[in-house]
T-cell receptor
C-alpha cells in the first residue's frame, strides 16, 4: 500500500534560518508527490507538487525534488520567515485519486 | 469563488446525539472528499465522490458514519450516534478532475463529543 513518513516535529527555527523537512514514501507504481501547508485555524493548501522522478516543485521560496532512487521528497527553504509558521504535510497520490498524507510537521519560526 | 465552505465551524454535542456536517464544494468541481484529522491518526480519507456518486467509502470507520451528496453543490457527513472518539476536525475538499488536480480544502469543522 501507499504510505508517507515525514520527520517528527515540532521544529523551531529563528527567522532567516534554513528549513528542511524530510519525507520518504512507499508506493506501487509512479505516484505524484505533494507538500501541503496548514496555517492555524485553516484548511490545507497545496504548497507544491512533482509528478515524476527528478521533477522539482517550487513555490513561495520552498522547493522539493522527487527522488525516485531514495523514494524521497524533502522540503527545503533557504530563509524562513515568521509567516512560514504552520504545519506541513507530505502526501502522495496514486492512480486511485486518493491522497495519502504524512503525520505532519509543525514548524514555528521565531523573530 | 468563496472556496470550499463547511458548516458549522465548531460543534459540541453529547454522546449519542446525531451530528451532521455540511460542505459546499467549489462550483464546477466534480470530486468531493471528506477527511478526518486527529492527533493520533493524522489525516484520514473517509470517503470521496465523483459527480455526486460515492466512489470509495473504505475509510468510513463504522456504520455510524454516512455521507451523501444529493447534488453537485452540497454534501453531508452524518454521525449517528456520536461517540467521544469521533472528536476530530473534519475537512471537506473538492477538485476539478481527479488525478493530479489540486484539492481545495475547507476550513474544517471541529467536532467535540462529550
Amino acid at each position: 500500500g501507499n504510505s508517507v513518513t515525514q520527520m517528527e516535529g515540532p521544529v523551531t527555527l529563528s527567522e532567516e534560518a534554513f528549513l528542511t523537512i524530510n519525507c520518504t514514501y512507499t508506493a506501487t507504481g509512479y505516484p505524484s508527490l505533494f507538500w501541503y501547508v496548514q496555517y492555524p485555524g485553516e484548511g490545507l493548501q497545496l504548497l507544491l507538487k512533482a509528478t515524476k522522478a527528478d521533477d522539482k516543485g517550487s513555490n513561495k521560496g520552498f522547493e522539493a525534488t522527487y527522488r525516485k532512487e531514495t523514494t524521497s521528497f524533502h522540503l527545503e527553504k533557504g530563509s524562513v520567515q515568521v509567516s512560514d509558521s504552520a504545519v506541513y504535510f507530505c502526501a502522495l497520490q496514486n492512480n486511485d485519486y486518493k491522497l495519502s498524507f504524512g503525520a505532519g510537521t509543525t514548524v514555528t519560526v521565531r523573530a | 469563488d468563496a472556496g470550499v465552505i463547511q458548516s458549522p465551524r465548531h460543534e459540541v454535542t453529547e454522546m449519542g446525539q446525531e451530528v451532521t456536517l455540511r460542505c459546499k464544494p467549489i462550483s464546477g468541481h466534480d470530486y468531493l472528499f471528506w477527511y478526518r484529522q486527529t492527533m493520533m491518526r493524522g489525516l484520514e480519507l473517509l470517503i470521496y465522490f465523483n459527480n455526486n456518486v460515492p466512489i470509495d467509502d473504505s475509510g468510513m470507520p463504522e456504520d455510524r458514519f454516512s455521507a451523501k451528496m444529493p447534488n453537485a453543490s452540497f454534501s453531508t457527513l452524518k454521525i449517528q450516534p456520536s461517540e467521544p472518539r469521533d472528536s476530530a476536525v473534519y475537512f471537506c475538499a473538492s477538485s476539478l478532475g481527479g488525478g493530479l488536480a489540486e484539492a481545495f480544502f475547507g476550513q474544517g469543522t471541529r467536532l467535540t463529543v462529550v
